[in-house]
T-cell receptor, first 113, second 112 residues
């Protein structure tokens, strides 16, 4: 058990809809990272938050946004969903800002119909 | 964009054999990490090697790093069926940006 909790485990929705994925980091970890894993793109870094502030941004679409709350949990919001957004979305956490081993949740599998 | 490229993409061996996976990357790094992913699960950190290190061991795992060739290898000795998983290398640039850049992974199958 990594200590990182992601909800929901599975999400099925339709194109054009909006969903929110939730992540609770491992106790004591201040950084939260979001990744998208798909068969064609592999594991893509989306965004990092450290202690409530955005730290790094990757290949995150404008339709996607995230935030980290004072209790350090994080939410990833995906809107105007397209078929190509179907993927596994992982949250990971680490104690500090950069370069450390990351602890991953088991992901949210998003299916767009 | 992918930083690392693992080789081979897939590897099938018998229990007890050694498995070697290679990873190449493109830019300068602070460290390189290897992760394991069992089917449908999250990634699990295996080992981290810093840019000033050449070799590191952890149990049955041995990692080497050659920064001049921008490459790393992961050796799993005396493999077990439970080692069946996908293995990813990930590079970290360090500093305040903590994100990892992952390769596409090697799918290892260990047959009993």
């Amino acid at each position: 058990d990594s200590g990182v909790t992601q909800t929901p485990k599975h999400l099925i929705t339709a194109t054009g809809q909006r969903v929110t994925l939730r992540c609770s980091p491992r106790s004591g970890d201040l950084s939260v990272y979001w990744y998208q894993q798909s068969l064609d793109q592999g594991l893509q870094f989306l965004i990092q938050y450290y202690n409530g502030e955005e730290r790094a941004k990757g290949n995150i679409l404008e339709r996607f946004s995230a935030q980290q709350f004072p209790d350090l949990h994080s939410e990833l919001n995906l809107s105007s969903l397209e078929l190509g957004d179907s993927a596994l979305y992982f949250c990971a956490s680490s104690p500090g800002q950069g370069g450390q081993p990351q602890h991953f949740g088991d992901g949210t599998r998003l299916s767009i119909l | 964009s992918q930083q690392g490229e693992e080789d081979p993409q897939a590897l099938s061996i018998q229990e007890g054999e050694n498995a070697t996976m290679n990873c190449s990357y493109k830019t300068s790094i602070n460290n390189l990490q290897w992760y394991r992913q069992n089917s449908g699960r999250g990634l699990v950190h295996l080992i981290l090697i810093r840019s000033n290190e050449r070799e590191k061991h952890s149990g049955r795992l041995r990692v080497t790093l050659d920064t001049s060739k921008k490459s790393s290898s992961l050796l799993i000795t005396a493999s077990r069926a439970a080692d069946t998983a996908s293995y990813f290398c990930a590079t970290a640039r360090g500093g305040s940006q903590g994100n990892l850049i992952f390769g596409k992974g090697t799918k290892l199958s260990v047959k009993p």
